[in-house]
C-alpha cells in the first residue's frame, strides 16, 4: 500500500509542475510591455512612442504596484514559501499600527484545497526589532486575512511605517490533488 500511495503522490506533484510549466508562456506573453515604438518617416534619427497605458502621475509607488495576482504551488505535507517580487511599504501612521490584506484562490476548474498563511509585521518592545509573524489565511478554495504590517511606535504616538517582501506559505490539504494557487 506504501508504494502505491507513494507513486500517486509522485505523480500528481509531476501533474501540477507540468500544468505550471504550461501555462508560463501563456502569463508571459499578458505581462509584456505595452510600449509600441515606431519609426518616424520624416527624420531617420527620430521615434515616435505610443504608449498604450497611462503612467502613474506624479511618480508616486502604490500598493497595487505590489498587488498583482501571483502563480504559486502549495507544498504536499510541508509548507511552500512563495514571496512576491517586490517590495511593500506601510505608510506611517497617526494612531494605530498600519496593517496588509492578502487575498488568495484556487483557480477556476481546480478540484484542489489548500491551507495559507500569510506573513505580517509588528515591533516588539520586548526584542526592540521587528517581528514575522504567520497567519493563518484559511483552507479550502480561497481567502482573505488582514495582518499587522507596522515599524517602531514614533514618539509622540503612532507608528513608522515598515518595507519588506510580501510572503505566503501554502500545502495542500490531505486527501486533494491539486496544489496550483494564485496570491496577492
Request: with cysteine; charged share 25%.
Amino acid at each position: 500500500m506504501k508504494k502505491w500511495t507513494t507513486r500517486v503522490t509522485t505523480g500528481l506533484v509531476a501533474a501540477g509542475m507540468v500544468l505550471t510549466a504550461q501555462t508560463a508562456p501563456a502569463i508571459a506573453d499578458e505581462q509584456a510591455d505595452t510600449t509600441t515604438v515606431t519609426e518616424s518617416e520624416v527624420d531617420d534619427s527620430t521615434a515616435a512612442v505610443e504608449l498604450t497605458e497611462e503612467a502613474a502621475e506624479n511618480g508616486d509607488v502604490t500598493a497595487a504596484d505590489c498587488g498583482d495576482w501571483r502563480r504559486a504551488l502549495a507544498g504536499f505535507g510541508e509548507w511552500k514559501v512563495s514571496k512576491a517580487g517586490c517590495g511593500y511599504i506601510s505608510p506611517d501612521s497617526k494612531k494605530n499600527p498600519q496593517h496588509r490584506r492578502y487575498t488568495w484562490k484556487i483557480p477556476a476548474g481546480s478540484n484542489g484545497r489548500v491551507c495559507v498563511q500569510a506573513e505580517g509585521h509588528y515591533w516588539s518592545t520586548k526584542k526592540k526589532k521587528s517581528v514575522k509573524t504567520w497567519t493563518t489565511a484559511g483552507c479550502g478554495t480561497g481567502g482573505t486575512v488582514v495582518v499587522r504590517w507596522s515599524g517602531p511606535p514614533k514618539k509622540g504616538g503612532g507608528y513608522l511605517g515598515l518595507a519588506s517582501t510580501p510572503r505566503v506559505r501554502a500545502k495542500v490539504q490531505p486527501g486533494f490533488g491539486g496544489a496550483a494557487y494564485v496570491w496577492k
